[in-house]
Protein backbone atom coordinates (compact mmCIF):
# COMPACT_ATOMS: atom_id res chain seq x y z
CA UNK A 1 0.00 0.00 0.00
CA UNK A 2 2.42 2.52 0.82
CA UNK A 3 4.64 1.39 -2.03
CA UNK A 4 1.74 1.48 -4.38
CA UNK A 5 1.13 5.66 -2.85
CA UNK A 6 4.93 6.34 -3.23
CA UNK A 7 4.95 5.31 -6.70
CA UNK A 8 2.06 7.16 -7.83
CA UNK A 9 3.33 10.55 -6.17
CA UNK A 10 6.72 9.97 -7.70
CA UNK A 11 4.60 9.72 -10.91
CA UNK A 12 2.59 12.54 -10.25
CA UNK A 13 5.81 14.38 -9.21
CA UNK A 14 7.43 13.26 -12.64
CA UNK A 15 4.90 14.08 -14.74
CA UNK A 16 4.03 17.66 -13.12
CA UNK A 17 7.91 18.67 -13.59
CA UNK A 18 7.75 17.60 -17.14
CA UNK A 19 5.01 19.84 -17.63
CA UNK A 20 7.01 22.49 -16.02
CA UNK A 21 10.11 21.98 -18.03
CA UNK A 22 7.96 22.74 -21.63
CA UNK A 23 6.04 25.28 -19.65
CA UNK A 24 9.40 27.21 -18.97
CA UNK A 25 11.41 26.00 -22.39
CA UNK A 26 8.07 27.34 -24.58
CA UNK A 27 7.71 30.41 -22.99
CA UNK A 28 10.58 31.74 -23.23
CA UNK A 29 10.95 29.67 -26.83
CA UNK A 30 8.39 32.53 -27.11
CA UNK A 31 10.37 35.76 -25.95
CA UNK A 32 10.53 38.17 -28.72
CA UNK A 33 13.97 39.26 -30.31
CA UNK A 34 16.33 36.97 -31.89
CA UNK A 35 18.95 35.50 -29.39
CA UNK A 36 21.87 36.16 -31.71
CA UNK A 37 21.51 39.82 -32.13
CA UNK A 38 21.40 39.84 -28.53
CA UNK A 39 24.73 37.43 -28.74
CA UNK A 40 26.58 39.85 -31.32
CA UNK A 41 25.47 43.01 -28.98
CA UNK A 42 26.15 46.63 -30.68
CA UNK A 43 23.70 49.05 -31.89
CA UNK A 44 24.55 48.57 -35.76
CA UNK A 45 22.20 45.87 -37.31
CA UNK A 46 24.66 43.05 -37.62
CA UNK A 47 26.14 41.44 -40.63
CA UNK A 48 23.45 38.52 -41.68
CA UNK A 49 26.41 36.04 -42.83
CA UNK A 50 27.53 36.19 -38.89
CA UNK A 51 23.99 35.74 -37.94
CA UNK A 52 23.39 32.71 -39.91
CA UNK A 53 26.66 31.42 -38.31
CA UNK A 54 25.63 32.05 -35.04
CA UNK A 55 21.73 30.25 -35.90
CA UNK A 56 23.77 27.13 -36.89
CA UNK A 57 26.25 26.92 -34.24
CA UNK A 58 23.27 27.19 -31.38
CA UNK A 59 20.63 25.20 -33.28
CA UNK A 60 17.94 28.28 -33.64
CA UNK A 61 16.29 27.50 -36.62
CA UNK A 62 15.43 23.93 -35.54
CA UNK A 63 11.52 23.15 -34.58
CA UNK A 64 10.43 23.86 -31.23
CA UNK A 65 10.58 20.19 -29.90
CA UNK A 66 14.53 19.39 -31.27
CA UNK A 67 15.46 22.44 -29.29
CA UNK A 68 13.33 21.72 -26.31
CA UNK A 69 14.27 17.84 -26.60
CA UNK A 70 18.42 19.03 -27.04
CA UNK A 71 17.87 21.32 -23.95
CA UNK A 72 16.33 18.99 -21.51
CA UNK A 73 18.24 16.00 -22.06
CA UNK A 74 21.55 18.87 -21.52
CA UNK A 75 19.97 19.76 -18.20
CA UNK A 76 20.04 16.16 -17.41
CA UNK A 77 23.68 15.77 -18.44
CA UNK A 78 24.21 18.92 -16.61
CA UNK A 79 25.20 21.06 -19.72
CA UNK A 80 22.49 24.00 -19.55
CA UNK A 81 23.91 25.84 -22.24
CA UNK A 82 25.45 29.17 -22.74
CA UNK A 83 24.33 32.53 -20.88
CA UNK A 84 24.89 35.51 -23.32
CA UNK A 85 25.14 37.87 -20.65
CA UNK A 86 27.55 36.25 -18.41
CA UNK A 87 29.95 34.81 -21.33
CA UNK A 88 30.30 31.47 -19.47
CA UNK A 89 28.69 27.99 -18.95
CA UNK A 90 25.20 27.98 -17.19
CA UNK A 91 26.33 24.88 -15.19
CA UNK A 92 29.33 26.86 -14.15
CA UNK A 93 27.67 29.70 -12.97
CA UNK A 94 25.05 27.77 -10.92
CA UNK A 95 27.90 25.15 -9.30
CA UNK A 96 29.71 28.34 -8.19
CA UNK A 97 26.55 30.18 -5.96
CA UNK A 98 24.95 26.87 -4.95
CA UNK A 99 26.45 26.41 -1.68
CA UNK A 100 25.84 29.87 -0.42
CA UNK A 101 21.87 29.29 -1.28
CA UNK A 102 22.11 26.05 0.05
CA UNK A 103 23.86 27.15 2.95
CA UNK A 104 21.43 30.15 3.42
CA UNK A 105 18.37 27.86 3.40
CA UNK A 106 19.72 25.45 6.13
CA UNK A 107 20.58 28.27 8.34
CA UNK A 108 16.82 29.36 7.87
CA UNK A 109 15.18 26.08 8.43
CA UNK A 110 17.54 25.74 11.21
CA UNK A 111 16.37 28.87 12.80
CA UNK A 112 12.66 27.89 11.98
CA UNK A 113 12.90 24.72 13.70
CA UNK A 114 14.69 25.77 16.57
CA UNK A 115 12.78 29.20 17.20
CA UNK A 116 9.58 28.93 15.67
CA UNK A 117 8.96 25.03 16.99
CA UNK A 118 10.30 26.05 20.33
CA UNK A 119 8.00 29.13 20.61
CA UNK A 120 4.74 27.81 19.36
CA UNK A 121 5.28 24.69 21.91
CA UNK A 122 5.95 26.77 25.13
CA UNK A 123 2.64 28.94 23.72
CA UNK A 124 0.95 25.91 23.73
CA UNK A 125 1.55 24.37 27.02
CA UNK A 126 1.58 27.31 28.84
CA UNK A 127 -1.36 29.09 27.46
CA UNK A 128 -2.57 32.44 28.99
CA UNK A 129 -0.37 35.42 28.63
CA UNK A 130 2.59 33.59 26.68
CA UNK A 131 0.04 32.53 23.83
CA UNK A 132 -1.36 35.69 24.00
CA UNK A 133 2.27 37.51 23.73
CA UNK A 134 3.41 34.78 21.20
CA UNK A 135 0.01 34.98 19.02
CA UNK A 136 0.30 38.96 19.05
CA UNK A 137 4.21 38.80 18.10
CA UNK A 138 3.98 36.17 15.14
CA UNK A 139 0.72 37.92 13.79
CA UNK A 140 2.77 41.21 13.38
CA UNK A 141 6.30 39.26 12.06
CA UNK A 142 4.33 37.55 9.43
CA UNK A 143 2.82 40.63 8.00
CA UNK A 144 6.77 42.09 7.37
CA UNK A 145 7.89 41.23 3.91
CA UNK A 146 11.07 39.66 3.55
CA UNK A 147 12.30 42.88 1.90
CA UNK A 148 11.32 45.28 4.65
CA UNK A 149 12.91 42.78 6.99
CA UNK A 150 15.89 42.53 5.50
CA UNK A 151 16.21 46.43 5.36
CA UNK A 152 15.81 46.82 8.92
CA UNK A 153 17.92 44.17 10.24
CA UNK A 154 20.38 45.69 8.00
CA UNK A 155 20.17 49.41 9.56
CA UNK A 156 19.39 48.32 12.84
CA UNK A 157 22.13 45.57 13.16
CA UNK A 158 24.34 46.55 10.58
CA UNK A 159 24.53 50.26 10.75
CA UNK A 160 23.14 51.55 14.47
CA UNK A 161 25.03 48.90 16.44
CA UNK A 162 27.40 47.74 13.84
CA UNK A 163 27.11 43.79 15.10
CA UNK A 164 26.67 41.97 11.86
CA UNK A 165 28.16 42.46 8.40
CA UNK A 166 25.36 43.02 5.82
CA UNK A 167 26.76 42.64 2.31
CA UNK A 168 29.05 39.82 0.64
CA UNK A 169 29.66 36.45 1.59
CA UNK A 170 32.62 36.44 3.17
CA UNK A 171 35.33 33.67 3.29
CA UNK A 172 35.49 30.63 5.16
CA UNK A 173 33.01 28.72 6.95
CA UNK A 174 32.79 30.39 10.24
CA UNK A 175 32.80 34.30 8.18
CA UNK A 176 30.53 32.89 5.58
CA UNK A 177 28.37 31.70 8.36
CA UNK A 178 28.63 35.77 10.45
CA UNK A 179 27.81 36.75 6.98
CA UNK A 180 24.73 35.04 6.19
CA UNK A 181 23.21 35.33 9.85
CA UNK A 182 21.17 38.70 8.93
CA UNK A 183 19.99 37.09 5.49
CA UNK A 184 19.07 34.39 7.25
CA UNK A 185 17.43 35.97 9.87
CA UNK A 186 15.50 37.98 7.22
CA UNK A 187 14.66 34.57 4.96
CA UNK A 188 13.20 32.90 8.19
CA UNK A 189 11.47 35.21 10.12
CA UNK A 190 7.53 34.87 8.83
CA UNK A 191 7.94 31.55 8.49
CA UNK A 192 9.22 31.00 11.65
CA UNK A 193 5.91 33.47 13.11
CA UNK A 194 3.82 31.03 10.77
CA UNK A 195 5.35 27.99 12.03
CA UNK A 196 5.23 29.09 15.53
CA UNK A 197 1.79 30.06 15.01
CA UNK A 198 0.92 26.24 13.62
CA UNK A 199 2.29 24.62 16.35
CA UNK A 200 1.00 26.83 18.97
CA UNK A 201 -2.58 26.01 17.87
CA UNK A 202 -1.75 22.04 16.84
CA UNK A 203 -0.25 21.73 20.92
CA UNK A 204 -2.93 23.85 21.71
CA UNK A 205 -5.88 21.52 20.33
CA UNK A 206 -3.82 18.26 21.72
CA UNK A 207 -3.46 19.69 25.36
CA UNK A 208 -7.95 19.85 25.24
CA UNK A 209 -7.98 16.40 23.45
CA UNK A 210 -9.68 13.71 25.82
CA UNK A 211 -6.56 11.35 25.21
CA UNK A 212 -4.48 13.61 26.97
CA UNK A 213 -6.91 14.77 29.88
CA UNK A 214 -7.60 10.38 30.48
CA UNK A 215 -3.70 10.77 30.52
CA UNK A 216 -3.22 13.20 33.17
CA UNK A 217 -6.37 11.74 35.25
CA UNK A 218 -4.49 8.24 35.27
CA UNK A 219 -1.67 10.20 36.79
CA UNK A 220 1.12 9.71 34.08
CA UNK A 221 4.19 12.17 34.92
CA UNK A 222 3.23 15.69 33.05
CA UNK A 223 6.66 15.40 31.01
CA UNK A 224 5.40 11.92 29.69
CA UNK A 225 1.93 12.97 28.48
CA UNK A 226 3.69 16.34 26.82
CA UNK A 227 6.28 13.68 25.23
CA UNK A 228 4.17 10.83 24.29
CA UNK A 229 0.35 12.51 23.96
CA UNK A 230 1.03 15.82 23.09
CA UNK A 231 4.16 16.52 20.82
CA UNK A 232 4.09 13.60 19.04
CA UNK A 233 0.07 13.88 18.08
CA UNK A 234 0.76 17.69 17.59
CA UNK A 235 4.36 16.25 15.28
CA UNK A 236 1.78 15.73 12.16
CA UNK A 237 0.85 19.49 11.65
CA UNK A 238 4.25 20.77 12.53
CA UNK A 239 6.40 19.19 9.84
CA UNK A 240 3.86 19.76 7.56
CA UNK A 241 4.21 23.12 8.06
CA UNK A 242 7.91 23.24 8.15
CA UNK A 243 7.89 21.69 4.89
CA UNK A 244 5.77 23.95 3.73
CA UNK A 245 8.67 26.71 5.05
CA UNK A 246 11.45 25.42 3.07
CA UNK A 247 9.65 25.28 -0.04
CA UNK A 248 8.49 28.92 0.88
CA UNK A 249 12.28 29.30 1.51
CA UNK A 250 13.56 27.76 -2.09
CA UNK A 251 11.49 30.86 -3.48
CA UNK A 252 12.15 33.42 -1.18
CA UNK A 253 15.84 33.31 -1.14
CA UNK A 254 16.10 35.42 -4.18
CA UNK A 255 14.74 38.35 -2.70
CA UNK A 256 17.08 38.11 0.76
CA UNK A 257 20.39 37.32 -1.35
CA UNK A 258 19.51 40.15 -3.69
CA UNK A 259 19.28 42.83 -0.98
CA UNK A 260 22.39 41.62 0.99
CA UNK A 261 24.65 41.05 -2.14
CA UNK A 262 25.24 37.19 -1.77
CA UNK A 263 26.43 35.74 -4.70
CA UNK A 264 23.93 32.78 -4.81
CA UNK A 265 21.27 31.46 -7.47
CA UNK A 266 18.62 33.53 -6.43
CA UNK A 267 20.15 36.78 -7.63
CA UNK A 268 21.62 35.11 -10.13
CA UNK A 269 17.71 34.31 -11.38
CA UNK A 270 16.59 38.00 -11.01
CA UNK A 271 19.65 39.79 -12.50
CA UNK A 272 19.64 37.19 -15.48
CA UNK A 273 16.12 37.95 -15.86
CA UNK A 274 16.61 41.38 -15.42
CA UNK A 275 19.18 40.79 -18.74
CA UNK A 276 16.73 38.96 -20.36
CA UNK A 277 19.56 36.04 -20.52
CA UNK A 278 17.46 33.17 -21.35
CA UNK A 279 19.51 30.34 -21.15
CA UNK A 280 20.45 31.28 -17.33
CA UNK A 281 16.63 31.43 -16.22
CA UNK A 282 15.64 28.72 -18.14
CA UNK A 283 18.18 26.91 -16.14
CA UNK A 284 17.58 27.84 -13.10
CA UNK A 285 13.80 28.57 -13.23
CA UNK A 286 13.36 24.68 -13.51
CA UNK A 287 16.17 23.84 -10.26
CA UNK A 288 13.66 26.27 -8.59
CA UNK A 289 10.24 24.48 -9.72
CA UNK A 290 12.12 20.86 -8.89
CA UNK A 291 13.56 21.88 -5.84
CA UNK A 292 10.04 23.25 -4.55
CA UNK A 293 8.33 19.77 -6.07
CA UNK A 294 10.45 17.76 -4.76
CA UNK A 295 10.41 19.44 -1.29
CA UNK A 296 6.05 19.44 -1.51
CA UNK A 297 6.40 15.58 -2.29
CA UNK A 298 8.17 14.89 0.56
CA UNK A 299 6.53 16.32 3.03
CA UNK A 300 3.49 14.65 1.68
CA UNK A 301 5.20 11.46 2.26
CA UNK A 302 6.54 12.16 5.34
CA UNK A 303 3.11 13.28 6.47
CA UNK A 304 1.47 10.37 5.72
CA UNK A 305 4.17 7.61 6.77
CA UNK A 306 3.48 9.81 10.39
CA UNK A 307 -0.18 9.76 10.29
CA UNK A 308 -1.67 5.86 9.50
CA UNK A 309 -5.21 8.75 9.10
CA UNK A 310 -3.37 9.74 5.81
CA UNK A 311 -5.40 7.83 2.94
CA UNK A 312 -2.57 6.47 1.22
CA UNK A 313 -4.64 3.43 -0.80
CA UNK A 314 -7.49 4.85 -2.46
CA UNK A 315 -8.78 8.12 -3.27
CA UNK A 316 -7.96 10.84 -1.29
CA UNK B 1 -26.82 31.21 47.18
CA UNK B 2 -29.89 29.67 44.89
CA UNK B 3 -29.12 28.20 42.00
CA UNK B 4 -31.47 30.35 40.12
CA UNK B 5 -29.28 33.55 41.61
CA UNK B 6 -25.61 31.68 40.57
CA UNK B 7 -27.53 31.37 37.10
CA UNK B 8 -27.94 34.98 37.10
CA UNK B 9 -24.44 36.18 38.31
CA UNK B 10 -22.98 33.53 35.64
CA UNK B 11 -25.43 34.40 33.04
CA UNK B 12 -24.22 38.29 33.94
CA UNK B 13 -20.84 36.98 34.07
CA UNK B 14 -20.84 35.67 30.33
CA UNK B 15 -23.01 38.47 28.86
CA UNK B 16 -19.91 40.74 30.64
CA UNK B 17 -17.35 38.80 29.19
CA UNK B 18 -18.89 38.73 25.62
CA UNK B 19 -19.66 42.43 25.22
CA UNK B 20 -16.01 42.67 25.98
CA UNK B 21 -14.85 40.29 23.59
CA UNK B 22 -17.06 41.81 20.97
CA UNK B 23 -16.06 45.34 21.67
CA UNK B 24 -12.32 44.22 21.46
CA UNK B 25 -13.30 42.79 18.25
CA UNK B 26 -14.83 45.77 16.92
CA UNK B 27 -12.40 48.21 18.29
CA UNK B 28 -9.18 46.74 16.05
CA UNK B 29 -12.02 45.96 13.56
CA UNK B 30 -13.07 49.51 13.35
CA UNK B 31 -9.18 50.87 13.83
CA UNK B 32 -8.31 48.57 11.08
CA UNK B 33 -10.91 49.41 8.67
CA UNK B 34 -10.05 53.38 9.13
CA UNK B 35 -6.34 52.45 8.67
CA UNK B 36 -7.57 51.22 5.29
CA UNK B 37 -9.80 54.05 4.47
CA UNK B 38 -7.31 56.40 5.35
CA UNK B 39 -5.09 54.97 3.07
CA UNK B 40 -7.55 54.21 0.09
CA UNK B 41 -7.99 58.16 0.65
CA UNK B 42 -4.64 58.93 0.42
CA UNK B 43 -4.05 57.52 -2.79
CA UNK B 44 -7.66 58.63 -4.37
CA UNK B 45 -6.42 61.94 -3.74
CA UNK B 46 -2.98 62.34 -3.66
CA UNK B 47 -2.74 64.44 -6.51
CA UNK B 48 -4.91 67.07 -4.05
CA UNK B 49 -2.70 65.91 -0.93
CA UNK B 50 0.77 66.25 -1.69
CA UNK B 51 2.59 68.67 -1.04
CA UNK B 52 4.97 68.14 -3.57
CA UNK B 53 5.44 67.09 -7.73
CA UNK B 54 6.48 63.25 -6.53
CA UNK B 55 8.91 63.51 -9.11
CA UNK B 56 10.29 66.92 -8.94
CA UNK B 57 13.86 66.68 -7.95
CA UNK B 58 15.83 69.25 -5.72
CA UNK B 59 19.40 69.04 -5.59
CA UNK B 60 19.66 71.78 -3.11
CA UNK B 61 17.73 69.24 -0.46
CA UNK B 62 19.45 65.65 -0.98
CA UNK B 63 18.73 63.07 1.16
CA UNK B 64 17.49 65.32 4.18
CA UNK B 65 15.87 64.19 7.13
CA UNK B 66 12.18 65.62 8.54
CA UNK B 67 11.64 69.16 8.58
CA UNK B 68 9.01 71.59 8.17
CA UNK B 69 9.45 71.52 4.51
CA UNK B 70 9.97 68.29 3.93
CA UNK B 71 7.74 66.67 6.66
CA UNK B 72 9.66 62.92 5.99
CA UNK B 73 12.31 63.88 4.57
CA UNK B 74 13.81 64.07 1.17
CA UNK B 75 15.38 60.64 -1.04
CA UNK B 76 18.76 60.87 -2.66
CA UNK B 77 17.84 62.79 -5.51
CA UNK B 78 15.49 65.38 -2.99
CA UNK B 79 12.38 64.01 -4.18
CA UNK B 80 9.81 64.47 -1.22
CA UNK B 81 9.22 61.32 0.50
CA UNK B 82 5.90 61.93 1.94
CA UNK B 83 4.25 63.26 -1.66
CA UNK B 84 6.04 59.55 -3.06
CA UNK B 85 4.21 57.78 -0.39
CA UNK B 86 1.07 59.63 -1.52
CA UNK B 87 1.25 59.00 -4.73
CA UNK B 88 3.00 55.73 -4.46
CA UNK B 89 -0.18 54.35 -3.11
CA UNK B 90 -1.92 54.22 -6.01
CA UNK B 91 -0.01 51.41 -8.13
CA UNK B 92 1.17 50.20 -4.80
CA UNK B 93 -3.07 49.23 -4.31
CA UNK B 94 -4.40 49.44 -7.48
CA UNK B 95 -2.13 46.26 -8.65
CA UNK B 96 -2.61 44.01 -5.93
CA UNK B 97 -6.17 44.97 -6.23
CA UNK B 98 -6.41 43.85 -10.01
CA UNK B 99 -4.62 40.45 -9.21
CA UNK B 100 -6.88 39.77 -6.61
CA UNK B 101 -9.82 40.58 -8.40
CA UNK B 102 -8.27 38.72 -11.77
CA UNK B 103 -7.66 35.77 -9.87
CA UNK B 104 -10.98 35.95 -7.89
CA UNK B 105 -13.09 36.01 -11.34
CA UNK B 106 -11.01 33.80 -13.56
CA UNK B 107 -10.22 31.31 -10.62
CA UNK B 108 -13.89 31.32 -9.95
CA UNK B 109 -14.98 30.86 -13.30
CA UNK B 110 -12.73 27.68 -13.55
CA UNK B 111 -13.51 26.17 -10.27
CA UNK B 112 -17.84 26.73 -11.24
CA UNK B 113 -16.72 25.15 -14.75
CA UNK B 114 -14.65 22.08 -13.29
CA UNK B 115 -17.48 21.34 -10.34
CA UNK B 116 -20.45 21.57 -13.10
CA UNK B 117 -19.42 19.67 -16.13
CA UNK B 118 -17.35 17.00 -13.96
CA UNK B 119 -15.88 14.48 -15.95
CA UNK B 120 -12.76 14.98 -18.55
CA UNK B 121 -13.31 19.20 -18.16
CA UNK B 122 -12.82 19.10 -14.33
CA UNK B 123 -9.85 16.80 -14.68
CA UNK B 124 -8.36 18.84 -17.23
CA UNK B 125 -8.90 22.11 -15.16
CA UNK B 126 -7.67 20.74 -12.31
CA UNK B 127 -4.44 19.22 -13.82
CA UNK B 128 -3.83 22.39 -15.31
CA UNK B 129 -3.89 24.75 -12.19
CA UNK B 130 -1.95 21.68 -10.34
CA UNK B 131 0.93 22.48 -12.94
CA UNK B 132 0.47 26.30 -11.79
CA UNK B 133 0.13 25.48 -8.14
CA UNK B 134 3.74 23.80 -8.58
CA UNK B 135 5.34 26.63 -9.92
CA UNK B 136 6.54 29.48 -7.06
CA UNK B 137 5.24 33.00 -7.59
CA UNK B 138 7.96 34.02 -7.85
CA UNK B 139 9.62 31.95 -10.97
CA UNK B 140 6.96 32.81 -12.84
CA UNK B 141 7.28 36.56 -12.65
CA UNK B 142 10.90 35.94 -13.44
CA UNK B 143 9.90 33.83 -16.46
CA UNK B 144 7.43 36.31 -17.37
CA UNK B 145 10.17 39.59 -16.72
CA UNK B 146 12.93 37.52 -19.25
CA UNK B 147 10.16 37.02 -21.71
CA UNK B 148 8.63 40.28 -22.18
CA UNK B 149 10.93 42.71 -20.13
CA UNK B 150 10.78 43.73 -16.27
CA UNK B 151 6.94 45.92 -15.72
CA UNK B 152 5.02 46.70 -13.75
CA UNK B 153 1.83 45.09 -16.18
CA UNK B 154 3.98 41.44 -16.14
CA UNK B 155 4.31 41.45 -12.55
CA UNK B 156 0.47 41.59 -12.10
CA UNK B 157 -0.40 39.06 -14.92
CA UNK B 158 1.48 36.75 -13.94
CA UNK B 159 0.98 36.95 -10.13
CA UNK B 160 -2.96 36.40 -11.22
CA UNK B 161 -1.77 33.28 -12.61
CA UNK B 162 0.31 32.19 -9.99
CA UNK B 163 -3.01 33.22 -7.65
CA UNK B 164 -5.27 31.16 -9.30
CA UNK B 165 -4.98 27.60 -8.36
CA UNK B 166 -5.50 28.87 -4.94
CA UNK B 167 -8.83 30.72 -5.47
CA UNK B 168 -10.03 27.91 -7.65
CA UNK B 169 -9.22 25.07 -5.17
CA UNK B 170 -11.25 26.68 -2.25
CA UNK B 171 -14.36 27.66 -4.67
CA UNK B 172 -14.70 24.31 -6.76
CA UNK B 173 -14.61 22.01 -3.35
CA UNK B 174 -17.39 24.74 -2.35
CA UNK B 175 -19.22 24.51 -6.17
CA UNK B 176 -19.22 20.68 -5.77
CA UNK B 177 -20.80 20.89 -2.85
CA UNK B 178 -23.59 23.14 -4.10
CA UNK B 179 -23.82 21.41 -7.20
CA UNK B 180 -25.30 18.39 -4.93
CA UNK B 181 -27.56 20.31 -2.89
CA UNK B 182 -31.45 19.56 -3.67
CA UNK B 183 -32.26 22.63 -4.91
CA UNK B 184 -30.09 22.12 -8.00
CA UNK B 185 -32.06 19.37 -8.66
CA UNK B 186 -35.28 21.05 -8.18
CA UNK B 187 -34.55 23.90 -10.13
CA UNK B 188 -33.36 21.51 -13.04
CA UNK B 189 -36.94 19.67 -12.16
CA UNK B 190 -38.28 23.03 -13.08
CA UNK B 191 -36.97 22.79 -16.42
CA UNK B 192 -34.06 25.73 -16.16
CA UNK B 193 -30.63 25.42 -18.25
CA UNK B 194 -27.36 24.66 -16.61
CA UNK B 195 -25.83 28.45 -17.38
CA UNK B 196 -29.15 29.87 -15.85
CA UNK B 197 -28.64 27.97 -12.71
CA UNK B 198 -25.09 28.13 -12.02
CA UNK B 199 -25.07 31.99 -13.45
CA UNK B 200 -28.31 32.78 -10.94
CA UNK B 201 -28.19 30.33 -7.92
CA UNK B 202 -24.96 28.68 -7.80
CA UNK B 203 -22.80 31.68 -8.33
CA UNK B 204 -24.48 34.02 -5.84
CA UNK B 205 -24.34 31.32 -3.29
CA UNK B 206 -20.33 31.24 -3.71
CA UNK B 207 -20.62 34.74 -3.55
CA UNK B 208 -19.13 35.22 0.13
CA UNK B 209 -16.60 32.61 0.13
CA UNK B 210 -14.82 34.39 -2.65
CA UNK B 211 -15.07 37.58 -1.49
CA UNK B 212 -13.82 36.57 1.77
CA UNK B 213 -11.33 34.69 0.11
CA UNK B 214 -10.15 38.07 -1.86
CA UNK B 215 -10.23 40.07 1.18
CA UNK B 216 -7.59 38.08 2.68
CA UNK B 217 -5.45 37.70 -0.10
CA UNK B 218 -5.22 41.64 -1.03
CA UNK B 219 -2.79 42.52 2.08
CA UNK B 220 -0.39 39.11 0.85
CA UNK B 221 -1.16 39.94 -2.51
CA UNK B 222 0.37 43.54 -1.66
CA UNK B 223 3.36 42.32 -0.59
CA UNK B 224 4.06 40.34 -3.32
CA UNK B 225 3.61 43.21 -5.37
CA UNK B 226 6.07 45.14 -3.97
CA UNK B 227 8.67 42.29 -3.30
CA UNK B 228 8.60 42.52 -7.51
CA UNK B 229 9.11 46.06 -7.47
CA UNK B 230 11.52 45.45 -4.77
CA UNK B 231 13.99 43.23 -6.71
CA UNK B 232 13.25 45.31 -9.80
CA UNK B 233 10.83 43.04 -11.93
CA UNK B 234 8.01 45.45 -10.80
CA UNK B 235 7.66 48.82 -11.12
CA UNK B 236 10.53 50.67 -12.57
CA UNK B 237 11.74 54.22 -12.11
CA UNK B 238 11.10 56.94 -11.47
CA UNK B 239 7.79 55.57 -10.51
CA UNK B 240 6.62 56.41 -7.10
CA UNK B 241 5.98 52.85 -5.27
CA UNK B 242 6.45 51.43 -1.90
CA UNK B 243 8.24 48.14 -2.94
CA UNK B 244 10.48 50.50 -4.93
CA UNK B 245 10.92 52.72 -2.58
CA UNK B 246 12.48 50.51 -0.33
CA UNK B 247 14.75 49.71 -2.69
CA UNK B 248 15.78 52.85 -4.06
CA UNK B 249 16.25 53.57 -0.66
CA UNK B 250 18.40 50.81 0.62
CA UNK B 251 21.55 52.43 -0.43
CA UNK B 252 21.16 55.75 2.01
CA UNK B 253 20.96 53.01 4.89
CA UNK B 254 24.37 52.80 4.94
CA UNK B 255 24.66 56.20 4.30
CA UNK B 256 22.74 56.82 7.03
CA UNK B 257 19.69 58.14 5.82
CA UNK B 258 17.53 55.42 6.07
CA UNK B 259 14.34 57.46 6.31
CA UNK B 260 12.91 56.50 2.36
CA UNK B 261 13.46 52.78 3.15
CA UNK B 262 12.48 52.70 6.48
CA UNK B 263 9.08 54.73 5.83
CA UNK B 264 8.33 53.03 2.60
CA UNK B 265 8.68 49.56 4.23
CA UNK B 266 6.64 51.32 7.31
CA UNK B 267 3.50 52.18 5.13
CA UNK B 268 3.35 48.50 3.60
CA UNK B 269 3.39 46.62 7.08
CA UNK B 270 1.11 49.16 8.46
CA UNK B 271 -1.58 48.59 5.78
CA UNK B 272 -0.45 45.03 5.40
CA UNK B 273 -1.88 44.11 9.42
CA UNK B 274 -4.54 46.68 9.14
CA UNK B 275 -5.73 44.76 5.85
CA UNK B 276 -5.32 41.29 6.87
CA UNK B 277 -7.30 42.21 10.68
CA UNK B 278 -9.85 43.71 8.64
CA UNK B 279 -10.45 40.33 6.45
CA UNK B 280 -10.06 38.36 9.38
CA UNK B 281 -12.38 40.06 11.19
CA UNK B 282 -14.90 40.33 8.37
CA UNK B 283 -14.27 36.98 7.42
CA UNK B 284 -15.63 35.76 11.05
CA UNK B 285 -18.59 38.15 10.68
CA UNK B 286 -19.50 36.67 7.40
CA UNK B 287 -19.32 33.11 8.69
CA UNK B 288 -21.19 33.57 11.45
CA UNK B 289 -17.87 32.07 12.59
CA UNK B 290 -17.74 33.78 17.05
CA UNK B 291 -14.27 31.91 18.00
Known sequence: MIWRFLARRTVALLATLLVASVVIYGGLFLAPGDPATLLVGGGKPPNPQLLAEIHRQYHLDDPFYAQYWRWLTGMLHGDAGQSLSYHDQVSHLITARIGTTALLIGYATVLIVLFGVSAGVVAGLRGGRTATAVTAATTTLMAVPTFVSAVLLIWLFAVRLNWLPAYGNGTGLADQLTHLTLPAIALAVSWLAYVAQVTRSAVDGEQRAEHVQTARSRGIPERLVVRKHILRNASGPILSVAGVAVAGLIAGCSVVEQTFGLNGVGALLIQSAAKQDLAVVQALALLTVVAFAVVNTLVDLATAALDHRVPVGGAA | ?291
Open chain 2, 1 to 291: MTSYQLASVVGRRARAARLRRLLRGKLVLVAAGAVVALVVLAAVFAPLIAPYDPNAVDPMAVSQGSSAAHWLGTDDTGRDIASRLLHGARPSLLAPLVVTVGAGLVGTALAVAAAWLGGWWDRAITAVLDVVFGFPGLVLAVVGAAVFGAGLKIAVLTLTIAYLPYVARVVRGSALKERNLPYVAALRMLGLGGGRIVLRHVVPNLLPLVLVQTATAFGYTLLDVAAFSFIGLGAQPPTAEWGLMVAQGAPGILAGAPQESLYAGLAIVVFVVACSLLGAGLSQRLTGGER
